[in-house]
C-alpha cells in the first residue's frame, strides 16, 4: 500500500518521521562512535545547505558519489536527498575505465569524493 501512495513514501520520509520521534535512538555505530538519528538529521542539514550554497545544487542535478562506507557516506546521501538530487553510488575500488564508464552511465553533473579517494583514469 505505501509503494501505491502519491507521493510514496522514501526512505527520506522515514528517516525524518525518525529523528523527529526518537532523535536520540542510536542510528549507526562506526568504530567507536554512536550516531543518534539527531546527530545524522543535524549533520546532513549542514551538508545539504554546504551543498546547495557553495556548489549549487538543487533538484534534479544527478551527483556521484565516490566516498567508502563511512558515516559521511550516509548523511551525504541524506543532504542529496533533502535537496532533491539523485545520487550515483561509484564504488570507491572501482579505477580506470571501468570509473569512467560509470560517470559517464550515471549522467552526473557533479561528483563528491572523500579527500582519501582519487578517480585517476589509468
Keep these: ?3 501505491a501512495r502519491h507521493p510514496a513514501t522514501t526512505l527520506l520520509d522515514v528517516f525524518q518521521r525518525h529523528a523527529r ?3 536520540r535512538s542510536p542510528l549507526l ?3 567507536d562512535r554512536l550516531y543518534t538519528f539527531e546527530d545524522l538529521d543535524r549533520l ?12 549549487g545544487l538543487g533538484g534534479g542535478r544527478t551527483v556521484a558519489v565516490f566516498m567508502p562506507n563511512e558515516p ?8 542529496l536527498a533533502k535537496l532533491g538530487c539523485p545520487m550515483a553510488c561509484l564504488n570507491c575500488n572501482v579505477r580506470g575505465r ?4 560509470a560517470l559517464q552511465a550515471a549522467r552526473a553533473t557533479l561528483m563528491l569524493a572523500s579527500a582519501g579517494e582519487r ?3 589509468g
Design 21 to 23: 520521534l526518537r532523535p
Design 119 to 121: 578517480g585517476a583514469s
Design 44 to 55: 546532513s542539514d549542514r551538508a545539504a545547505r554546504a551543498f546547495g550554497g557553495h556548489l
Design 72 to 79: 559521511a557516506y550516509v548523511w551525504t546521501w541524506l543532504a
Design 98 to 101: 571501468a570509473l569512467r564508464h
Design 1 to 3: 500500500r505505501r509503494l
Design 29 to 31: 555505530r562506526f568504530q
